[in-house]
């Protein structure tokens, strides 16, 4: 690739070449979020001419970002020329830093996963923040060692972490550096630009971007694991809420609820939803397990399947209060689609159900009767696929941020 340094130390360019490099920017943008266009497409999204896309398109060619498929069908004209993002032209370097899993994955422009997605243990709660650090970065070293990827060529990086984080990407609950924050440590180790948000928020760009909320323009998505989370896509845009820690939905009050939760507070969702509340309901109701096994979410929702009453009632209890969270959400947004991830949708049916009941007795009719529930479709990698969308989506930032489409 003929990569030209355009941009100085400052993080500014003249004039000129700055508004240049914004247009590249914005063509990049396009054809990474939308897909293969052609050139009057790309004038229609960018809002520029068919000469200043030309020229564009001639010199990101020449740099090697974009080439050029051909033409494509004719819509009663002459066929149109398609371009694509060179797939390899950079890369992005996603980690999903959860509370029992660490999953580390390098992504083309093509949102491919290059190779595989690497699982590890994680120690986010069993360690010191820096030995989680080093474990991190470690891993991370691992996996580039592995992967047939030039390291120069992978641009940024996309972290996903429970708990609260502001729009800074400033950590309040794992991974707290006062100094410098999380992202200025992860920048500094890892040697590029990295973005961090709540693995809830980078769920919901994966399911507004590759699950069954695509093209949804107002769409819920909750996150059932060991914690509740709720990432908001409100007119096709995430959001984030004023300081960037919008969608606590785990800790609203429920009525009827008096357990103390880990926040400090009383009666939060998250005392009977979470992942480790229902291990906890089950064990102090000695629901048993397949084969005599410890007790976990994935063994109470097979004994369910196998008839166990007390499995069974245990999660329409659980299905019951979500859905009454689910209504007070339904009259605030009223949105097109709420969609469950996370383990919890492991249980189809037995979850679903309870949740829909709880909804018809809790919303009013009139803002239910257009909301569609649906399980994502992604599984347990919808928060890792979503790394990506998440560091992308910086496309647009400041200079200051060092993002760069050169080296």
């Known amino acids: 690739m003929n990569a030209r340094r355009i941009i ?6 003249p004039g000129l070449k700055e508004k240049r490099y914004m247009q590249k920017r914005d063509i990049v943008s396009f054809l990474y979020r939308v897909g293969d266009l052609s050139k009057p497409e790309m004038c229609r999204l960018t809002n520029m001419t068919m000469p200043t896309i030309g020229r564009m398109l001639e010199e990101l060619m020449e740099e090697g970002w974009v080439i050029d498929l051909g033409c494509g069908m004719s819509g009663g004209g002459k066929r149109p020329h398609i371009f694509s993002l060179n797939k390899d032209a950079a890369f992005v370097l996603g980690i999903d830093i959860g509370r029992e899993y660490l999953k580390v994955a390098v992504f083309n422009l093509k949102h491919e996963v290059v190779d595989r997605i690497f699982v590890y243990p994680s120690r986010l709660e069993t360690a010191d923040k820096d030995v989680v650090l080093q474990n991190i970065c470690g891993r991370v070293e691992s996996v580039l060692g592995v992967l047939n990827v030039d390291r120069a060529r992978i641009r940024m990086a996309g972290v996903a972490l429970p708990g609260l984080i502001d729009r800074e990407g400033n950590t309040f609950t794992y991974l ?33 971007a590759f699950g069954v909320a695509k093209g949804i323009n107002n769409v819920l998505c909750l996150s059932i694991n060991e914690c509740v989370g709720l990432g908001m896509i409100l007119n096709s845009h995430l959001y984030l809420g004023g300081a960037g820690m919008a969608g606590e939905f785990g800790h609203i009050r429920i009525p009827g609820l008096d357990g103390p939760c880990h926040c400090g507070k009383v009666g939060c969702l998250e005392t009977v ?46 299905g019951e209060k979500i859905g009454e969270g689910i209504a007070t959400l339904l009259h605030l947004f009223d949105p097109e689609m709420v969609v469950i991830g996370g383990e919890f949708v492991k249980a189809g049916d037995l979850i679903t159900v309870p949740i829909r009941q709880a909804m018809n007795k809790y919303a009013l009719a009139r803002i239910r009767g257009h909301c569609e529930l649906r399980l994502s479709n992604l599984g347990s990698d919808a928060t890792i696929l979503g790394t990506q969308m998440m560091a992308m989506s910086h496309l647009h930032e400041r200079m200051e941020t060092d993002f760069a489409l050169y080296e």
Do not use: C
């Not at 100085?8 to 360019?13: P, Q, W």
């Not at 994935?298 to 399947?305: D, F, K, L, N």
């Not at 009453?309 to 659980?318: G, H, M, S, T």
């Open 273 to 318: 939803a979470s992942s480790r509340a229902i291990v906890k309901a089950a064990m102090e109701r000695n629901v048993r397990m397949p084969d005599g096994g410890d007790v976990s979410l994935e063994g109470i929702i097979q004994v369910a399947r196998q008839d166990e009453i007390a499995a069974i009632d245990l999660l329409q209890k659980v």
């Open 176 to 208: 707290m550096y006062e100094d410098e924050g999380l992202r200025g440590r992860l920048e500094k180790l890892l040697k590029m630009s990295v973005f961090i948000d709540n693995d809830s928020n980078v769920m919901a760009m994966a399911e507004h």
């Open 8 to 13: 100085n130390k400052g993080g500014s360019l």
